[in-house]
């Protein structure tokens, strides 16, 4: 071990490098690489664990259905499940801190609403201009019309927000007004949804079930450099929003724009939620939970920290909620929703009965 | 996508799935006691049995029809999660008194002149029978594809009375049929009809979906009989599909090879396949095929892992009704790992969606349930084509097959 810097009495905001905090975060990142490999080695179908890293480690195997397995089914199931994971906790903190509230996530703002809107667009506004068949004659077929449906959708609404936040300077008007939004957008889905088909309601019924899988290929690629920038950005803003916990008065005395973070804190988070939403369907909870957890695991509510660690916490738990919904053994699934709530709700009770006052983190 | 469309699902009737029926029974209304005077228990009335005689029926289990002297009753057992009613009509002549002991009964005077449907399926049976001409109200008319009725419609001779899931009661009480005819599933919102029972029309609750082989669920063309006043035509109808049907199963009764085959369409990873029992499964084993799930006994659908059927889907020698998807490419572009299945990569994917109307209502849905003679002649044809020598290379001998290539 170095030197250890107490990073709340630093100055100058100094990173340190191997201070308990980080030797924390190595640790996670170990837990994670663990249940990475476990998320691999569970399912349907029982696979030899040697046959499993061989696989991994580019051996191949014998069995060209197990191999098939790994590799198309098992393997960008877990990545998924670790961008996910991640996205969704950042931004459920950056929502928190922002807003001051400990009930905040990534869909406070209306912006998995809006994706949801995009995606009901596509499977029940039949007969509308948004008819699907007329999508898929500008050349989006499948898998990707849903995706690009849901980013429109959540684009949509994130508009809306913005230049309602441009506007207020209220925090807490603004939440109401995504909240709103939010509603909005859920009440045209239910209209929609009383005069659709029975079979395009059990679409978009499953589709809101969320699920890790079934994002290959370029899908894969093109989640995780969305996501990327948006983790880049909100690392970036980490520092800010330490200013922005004491207040935004107290941040505008020290020279802060506060409409700058709050604009930037937005923008990550749309790209953070708003792409999950659209490759995965509206995955609850995570968002909200994780950042509770991961303060109490360190105890601190400094971002520099808290960021990355809430980033391997969701990763992790993410990777769990996957494992128990594939039953392993079983040949059938949970969703992966219900698993993320399930889990979801009573770390957040454990966590408030353990605090007892939330308000440390958010004053 | 569109998992349950395909029909073997096996899901149930048309479109609908395990999925809805798990979500939406959370919260589903049951049949009350007052749509019908339903009740579990069936007691009988002994002087009425005494003189009443069965309808016989070879295959449906769904309803049960008697023959009293002079008027009939009608017994529909729904079966739906577990939970059953059974749910009793008087069918009796417009000018005959109604008779005592049957307070338990909703009353249809027959023959019924007007009538309003809430399914594509129910065209089907109810064309058949030479009765089109009767239908005046219909949910969602753009899905009609039956020529005779699809000419009515566009005249503008019939209404449109609302969504299967929300009949629109005014514009029904307006319309004034004789009897509606509904489906049984947990999302109806039972207290609708209800509205209807109360102002005199009565609601007929089909469930031909819940049959567990494709023969069952075309008898159900003997209830809609009973009710227009057209049993002998439906007993001469009946008796050509069942013959018709034996014919084609006769081919395939001594083959030696019978191909594997995988089903339906999964959504990112879950996947649907009919249950052992389902008549899709009995579809399957009367064409000769070989179903890999042939023994998991459930006659709704289950649903699966994606990885529990992957190495099964990875060898199938054909892939039938894959969702809603008309060409290989439209296949290939839901999932990329389909390119690496056998039936894929050998051009043996059939879909049944080659009779789409403009609208997306498929004939499939509304003759196949009442001619599963044609379907099984389709799945032979695809999956032995040797057994028809004579058959080109094109799709012109199949019904409501497409090749999807």
Redesign the interface.
């Known amino acids: 071990m170095g030197i250890k810097v107490d990073s709340q009495t630093s100055p100058e905001h100094s990173w340190p490098l191997l201070s308990p905090k980080n030797s924390l975060i190595a640790l996670l990142f170990v837990i994670m690489a663990f249940f990475f490999m476990l998320d691999l080695a569970l399912?349907?179908?029982k696979i030899p664990l040697g046959n499993i890293i061989d696989i991994v480690f580019g051996k191949g195997s014998e069995n060209?259905?197990w191999e098939?397995?790994v590799t198309?089914?098992?393997i960008p199931?877990a990545l998924t499940a670790v961008i996910a994971g991640a996205a969704l906790s950042a931004s459920g903190l950056q929502m928190q801190t922002l807003f001051r509230n400990p009930l905040a996530g990534p869909s406070v703002l209306g912006i998995s609403a809006g994706a949801s809107l995009g995606v009901a667009m596509v499977m029940l506004a039949?007969?509308a201009a948004a008819n699907a068949f007329a999508i898929r004659q500008l050349g989006l077929?499948?898998?990707?019309l849903i995706v690009v449906a849901s980013t429109l959708g959540a684009a949509f609404v994130l508009l809306i927000v913005l230049g309602i936040a441009v506007r207020i300077k209220d925090n807490i008007v603004l939440l109401i007004v995504g909240i709103m939004v939010g509603n909005i957008t859920i009440s045209i889905i239910s209209i929609w949804q009383?005069?659709?088909?029975?079979?395009?309601?059990?679409?978009y019924?499953?589709?809101t079930?969320g699920?890790?899988?079934?994002v290959?290929?370029s899908q894969l690629y093109v989640l995780a450099i969305v996501v990327g920038i948006g983790l880049m950005i909100s690392f970036a803003a980490s520092k800010s929003l330490n200013v922005m916990l004491l207040g935004e008065n107290y941040a505008r005395s020290l020279g802060m724009s506060t409409l700058y973070v709050r604009i930037t804190v937005i923008a990550a988070t749309s790209l953070l939620a708003g792409s999950v939403t659209g490759f995965c369907g509206p995955i609850g909870f995570i968002g909200i939970a994780v950042p509770h957890l991961t303060r109490s695991i360190l105890n601190t509510s400094d971002h520099r920290f808290l960021m990355p660690s809430s980033c391997l916490v969701g990763a992790i738990l993410m990777l769990v909620c996957d494992i128990i919904a594939?039953m392993p053994g079983?040949?059938?699934?949970l969703p992966i929703n219900a698993v993320t709530a399930l889990i979801g709700s009573p770390v957040v009770i454990w966590v408030i009965m353990k605090n007892r006052n939330l308000k440390s983190s958010f004053a | 996508m569109n998992i349950f469309r395909s029909s073997f699902t096996g899901s149930v009737h048309h479109r609908f799935s395990g999925v809805l029926r798990c979500a939406i029974s959370l919260f589903a209304v049951v049949f009350t006691t007052g749509l019908s005077g339903c009740s579990n228990e069936t007691e009988v009335h002994p002087k009425q049995e005494a003189v009443s005689v069965d309808v016989p029926l070879s295959y449906a289990k769904g309803f049960s029809l008697y023959d009293h002297e002079g008027f009939k009753t009608l017994r529909v057992i729904v079966d739906l999660d577990g939970r059953q009613d059974t749910l009793r009509y008087l069918l009796i002549p417009k000018e005959s008194p109604l008779p005592d002991g049957f307070d338990e009964h909703v009353v249809v005077r027959t023959p019924v002149e007007r009538v309003a449907l809430f399914s594509t399926t129910q065209v089907g049976y109810i064309d058949l029978l030479g009765c089109a001409d009767r239908i005046i109200g219909i949910a969602r008319p753009d899905y009609v594809n039956t020529p005779s009725l699809r000419e009515r419609i566009e005249k503008g001779a019939v209404s449109e009375i609302g969504m299967p899931f929300s009949p629109n009661v005014e514009e029904i009480l307006e319309l004034n049929p004789e009897m509606i005819v509904t489906t049984a599933f947990p999302a109806a919102r039972q207290t609708d009809y209800k509205a209807l029972v109360m102002a005199g029309i009565p609601v007929v609750v089909v469930a031909e979906w819940l049959e567990e082989s494709p023969l069952g669920r075309a008898e159900w063309l003997k209830l809609y009989a009973a009710l227009l006043g057209r049993e002998e035509v439906a007993v001469e109808k009946f008796a050509d599909i069942e013959h018709s049907y034996h014919a084609l199963k006769a081919l395939t009764d001594t083959l030696s090879h019978r191909p594997s085959v995988v089903t339906g369409m999964p959504f990112k990873d879950a996947w649907f396949v009919p249950g052992g029992n389902s008549y899709v499964a009995c579809f399957l084993r009367d064409a000769g095929a070989d179903y890999h799930w042939k023994n998991r006994a459930k006659t709704g659908s289950i649903k699966m892992d994606i990885e529990a059927i992957y190495p099964v889907a990875l060898e199938a020698e054909f892939w039938l009704n894959p969702g809603t998807v008309q060409s290989l490419d439209e296949l290939l572009a839901k999932d990329i790992r389909f390119r690496d299945f056998f039936a894929v990569r050998s051009g043996k994917v059939y879909n049944n969606n080659r009779l789409l109307n403009p609208a997306g209502g498929n004939a499939y849905w509304e003759l196949g349930a009442v001619r599963p003679d044609r379907v099984l002649g389709d799945l032979i044809r695809i999956l032995h084509p040797d057994l028809f020598p004579e058959r080109g290379n094109g799709d012109d001998s199949l019904t409501f097959y497409r090749h999807i290539q």
């Open positions: 399912g349907s179908v060209e259905a098939k397995i198309y089914i098992r199931k039949s007969g077929g499948g898998s990707w009383y005069f659709s088909e029975p079979e395009q309601i059990q679409d019924l499953i589709w079930f699920s890790l899988g079934g290959l290929g594939q079983s040949q059938t699934t």
